[in-house]
């Protein structure tokens, strides 16, 4: 156990500020030593670059517009809308819960941390540990299904702008492995650079919304209300209608995954127990309200359905964007702003998915977590943890190249990872929130630490009452029907191409990683490790 001193500890939450940019860092540094870790990241993010940072990884009208077909096939027009209102308001559940642990705790780890601060002293280590495990599935995960998106909508706009252009699924691969590269880059860069582009990101974020919402209403013609909202559809064949409408509903949860995002890069954001929870908040209600009003506006400007699935880009917005705007030209204008955001997607993927991995690291989670918990003293990043990241994402794009099916289902790992971490951490809390063991806020307590074992504090932000109970149990039934469907194929009958095969990577990776536990973890891992006393 490594020894640290602060200077300036602050004691009282009310102390006189001489010099307020210096305080605001000594007191970000002194809430992270009451959760036990040692400032040694560079703090260069304020609320406005973290929102679009949030916002970026979301994408939530972005995604809609590749995912949306999804809820159309399984559940039709009024299937995609209804679905996208249900996963808005229990992904807004899910929010508020990450919000007050992020403001509780706020640390890179998230998700293995707070297990660890909430869980009982005899299931802490082991639970932890699998947290820990599941959030790095999901992450890893995601950041392959950012990259791989960004790549296969450059190849699909080469499509789209020459029809005589036959593509290969390699061409896709090595597109993703470009996006990757450049995110390294940008991530390696150091100083301000990153925050100062995630703000200007959030800029293009909101007018790119408006260049397609406006556009495609002017020029597009227009379908009745009753087909929208009315006409539903079972195009997989499933044994219900609402088994379809479940099941086509991972599409909207997809265009709002990542929501933990801004958690794990706490250690670098300014006032992060005030700062973190805002972003995420404003995020999912910023995101939500342009996501399903860019979804209404599409359903009613659509064309064909079946000319959008069968586009031979991949992609059926490119197809619904060509028949609104009557042009190829007009369509590749607007597929440029998708693809630049997903880019930038991507990018921001990266630095949350390193970020993510090397705090698990820190803590001796993973093989090899002595060089992984590495900080370079020039720029103050994770830059092994970086790397690790970036090879792990250009691997992963190699399967693309044998079978697009098998990486989708790598890519759903994603949702049941993270998901089912959230799941963990959000029973955990509602436990100790209908048991009072967590004490108020009071920022001059000196002696409440949010370390395992600790008297529990809550953090600035919070929901009191019967509103916080009821949002966290709102917040796991929404949690547990969406991984229940996210290992649900899309079709029936179900044969080798349209398996979903998601359950089999997470569930292999969670075997690996016990095996890992029995054989070694357990003998290094003992939770989040407190660097300073």
């Not at 009310?14 to 809430?31: A, F, Q, T, W």
């Not at 808005?88 to 899910?94: K, L, R, S, V, Y």
């Not at 601060?117 to 299931?123: E, N």
């Not at 960004?150 to 470009?178: C, H, P, R």
Request: glycine share 10%; aromatic share 12%; hydrophobic share 50%.
């Amino acid at each position: 156990m490594e020894s640290y001193e602060l200077k300036h500890r602050a004691t009282s939450g009310n102390r006189e500020v001489s010099d307020g940019g210096n305080y605001k860092e000594e007191h970000d540094d002194v809430l992270l030593a009451r959760l036990g870790k040692k400032p040694v990241l560079k703090r260069t993010f304020g609320i406005l670059s973290m929102i679009g940072f949030s916002c970026t990884i979301l994408g939530t009208w972005e995604g809609i517009l590749s995912t949306f077909i999804t809820p159309l096939e399984n559940g039709g027009s009024a299937g995609a809308v209804y679905s996208f209102i249900y996963a808005w308001t229990g992904t807004g559940c899910c929010f508020v819960l990450l919000a007050e642990m992020a403001s509780m705790a706020p640390t890179s780890g998230g998700q293995y941390h707070w297990c660890a601060m909430l869980a009982p002293p005899r299931y802490m280590k082991f639970l932890s540990y699998i947290t820990g495990w599941l959030t790095v599935i999901g992450w890893q995960a995601a950041f392959a299904s950012s990259a791989y998106m960004a790549g296969t909508e450059i190849l699909g706009a080469i499509v789209l702008g020459n029809s005589l252009f036959e593509s290969q699924a390699y061409q896709g691969t090595l597109l993703m492995w470009a996006v990757v590269l450049l995110g390294l880059g940008v991530n390696l860069i150091g100083g301000r650079f990153l925050s100062r582009m995630e703000s200007l990101i959030l800029v293009i974020h909101i007018l790119g919304y408006f260049a397609v919402l406006i556009t495609i209403t002017y020029m597009a013609d227009h379908k009745s209300a009753d087909e929208v909202f009315k006409e539903f559809n079972n195009g997989g064949n499933l044994y219900t209608d609402g088994l379809s409408f479940f099941v086509g509903m991972t599409g909207c949860v997809f265009s709002f995954a990542g929501g933990d995002a801004a958690v794990h890069m706490a250690e670098e954001v300014n006032n992060a127990s005030v700062a973190i929870p805002r972003s995420i908040l404003l995020t999912v209600a910023i995101n939500g309200t342009l996501g399903f009003t860019m979804l209404i506006a599409t359903l009613f400007c659509m064309g064909s359905v079946d000319a959008a699935v069968e586009s031979p880009t991949g992609y059926p917005f490119m197809e619904i964007f060509q028949q609104a705007t009557g042009s190829v030209s007009g369509a590749l204008g607007l597929t440029s702003i998708l693809v630049a955001i997903s880019i930038f997607a991507a990018l921001s993927m990266l630095t949350a998915t390193s970020r993510q991995f090397w705090s698990f690291a820190r803590d001796r989670g993973v093989p090899g977590w002595r060089i992984w918990s590495h900080v370079s003293t020039r720029n103050f990043f994770p830059t092994y943890s970086i790397y690790l990241t970036m090879t792990i994402c250009c691997l992963l794009g190699l399967i693309n190249i044998g079978s697009s099916v098998a990486l989708n289902d790598v890519i759903s790992m994603a949702v049941s990872g993270l998901y089912t971490s959230y799941l963990i951490v959000a029973v955990l809390l509602l436990y100790r929130r209908c048991t009072g063991a967590i004490a108020p806020f009071n920022d001059s307590e000196d002696n409440v630490v949010n370390v395992p074992g600790a008297k529990l504090m809550w953090g600035p932000f919070r929901v009191p009452g019967i509103w916080g109970i009821l949002i966290n149990g709102y917040a796991i039934t929404y949690i547990i029907i969406v991984i229940f469907f996210s290992y649900w194929p899309t079709a029936l009958p179900v044969t080798v191409e349209s398996m979903n095969y998601s359950v089999v990577g997470t569930m292999g990776v969670v075997i690996l990683a016990i095996i890992y536990y029995i054989f070694r973890a357990r003998h290094v891992y003992t939770g989040p490790i407190v660097e300073v006393l």
